[in-house]
C-alpha cells in the first residue's frame, strides 16, 4: 500500500523522531520483512541507535546503510523535510532555496543534500519507453541561439527520447553524450527504449542500421513555420530549458548536468500525479535502492 503524507502539517506530525523516519524507510526498502544484506537471513535483533543484529551472520547493518542516506551526518528528520521540499515545488528547489527554507547553516550541506537525492530520481532496473518514439539531440550552455553544425567546444549534448501518447506525450529519458557516434546513440536507444518499437528519427545518418526497432526516419526538409519534424522532442527540449533557465537561471555547471537530468525526468514522468505527497513516496522509495554517493563521488562524478 502506497502511504504517504498528503501536507506538510501531516509531514511534520508524523516524522518527528529519527525513529519515525527509520520505520518508513524499513518499510520502503524491506516490505517483506527485514533481509540481512550480508547473509538474506530474515532474523535479526534491534540494537541501539536504528541498527539491527542479524541473526544467522551477526552482521551488524541499518536502514539506511547501503542507500542514499548511508554515512549522513545529518537528521533524516532534515531529510525527509528536504524530500518533501524537493518533490512538492512545482518545479523543485535550487541549493540555495533549500538552504533557506531549511534553514541549513552551509551552501555546501544543502547542495549534497541536493545531489545525493537527485541521484535517487533515477529508479534502478527501470521500464524503458514503447510504442512509437521520438529520438532526437539537442544542446545545453555556451550561447543558445545563432550556434551553426551538430558540436561545439563549451556546448553539452543531450539525447532525449519522448513516447508518442496519442496527440500528447508519455514518458521521457534524457542522457548526455559526448558525441553523436552510431555507437552512442545507438546505445541510448537500446538502453531507453523497448525493442519492437518505432523509433522516429531525423536524417542523421547515424541513425541508419537500428537493430531490433521498426525505423521511422524523417529526412529533414524545409518545414513550414512553427512546424517539427518530431513535436514531442522539442515541445520536452523547451519545458527542459525554461526549467533549467527558470529554477535555476541557467546556473548548471555541464559536470553536474546529469544530475538536473534526473530530476527533470523525474518531474515530468509523474507531471500527471495527481498528489505530490506520491512523489515524496517515490523518491523515499527509491532513496533506499540506490547505492550511497559520498560527496567526493558527486564531485568527481565527471564522465
Ligand atoms: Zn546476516
Redesign the pocket.
Known amino acids: 500500500m502506497e502511504d504517504y503524507p498528503r501536507t506538510l502539517p501531516e509531514l511534520e506530525a508524523r516524522f518527528s523522531t529519527e525513529e519515525s523516519c527509520r520505520q518508513y524507510l524499513f518499510a520502503l526498502r524491506w516490505p517483506d520483512g527485514f533481509k ?6 530474515a532474523q ?1 535483533w534491534p540494537m541501539q541507535r536504528g541498527l539491527w543484529l ?6 551488524q ?1 541499518s536502514v539506511t546503510a547501503g542507500t542514499v542516506f548511508q554515512d549522513t551526518h545529518k537528521p533524516l528528520t532534515l531529510w525527509f523535510r528536504a524530500m518533501w521540499y524537493v518533490t512538492t515545488q512545482k518545479n523543485g528547489v535550487s541549493a540555495l532555496g533549500l538552504q533557506r527554507v531549511l534553514g541549513l547553516g552551509s551552501y555546501k550541506t544543502a547542495w549534497t543534500l541536493l545531489h545525493k537525492l537527485r541521484r535517487a530520481m533515477v529508479r534502478p532496473g527501470r521500464d524503458r519507453l514503447k510504442g512509437l518514439v521520438e529520438v532526437d539531440e539537442t544542446y545545453w550552455g555556451g550561447q543558445e541561439e545563432g550556434v551553426v553544425g551538430r558540436l561545439t567546444q563549451e556546448k553539452a549534448l543531450i539525447l532525449v527520447a519522448v513516447e508518442e501518447d496519442g496527440a500528447g506525450m508519455g514518458r521521457i529519458r534524457l542522457r548526455r553524450t559526448l558525441d553523436l557516434t552510431k555507437d552512442s546513440l545507438h546505445r541510448f536507444i537500446g538502453d531507453s527504449v523497448e525493442p519492437g518499437s518505432t523509433v522516429r528519427t531525423d536524417g542523421l545518418p547515424a541513425y541508419l542500421g537500428l537493430e531490433g526497432y521498426a525505423h521511422d526516419r524523417r529526412v529533414q526538409r524545409r518545414q513550414p513555420e512553427g512546424e517539427h519534424l518530431l513535436p514531442r522532442v522539442h515541445r520536452v527540449v523547451s519545458l527542459l530549458k525554461r526549467w533549467m533557465m527558470g529554477t535555476h537561471q541557467g546556473a548548471i555547471a555541464q559536470d553536474y548536468l546529469d544530475y538536473y537530468l534526473n530530476e527533470f525526468t523525474f518531474r515530468f514522468n509523474r507531471r500527471t500525479s495527481k498528489s505530490r505527497g506520491k512523489l515524496f513516496y517515490r523518491l523515499a522509495e527509491q532513496a533506499v535502492q540506490v547505492d550511497p554517493a559520498p560527496f567526493k563521488f558527486l564531485t568527481l562524478h565527471n564522465p
Open positions: 540481512c544484506p550480508a547473509c538474506g537471513g535479526a542479524c541473526a544467522g551472520c551477526r552482521h547493518t
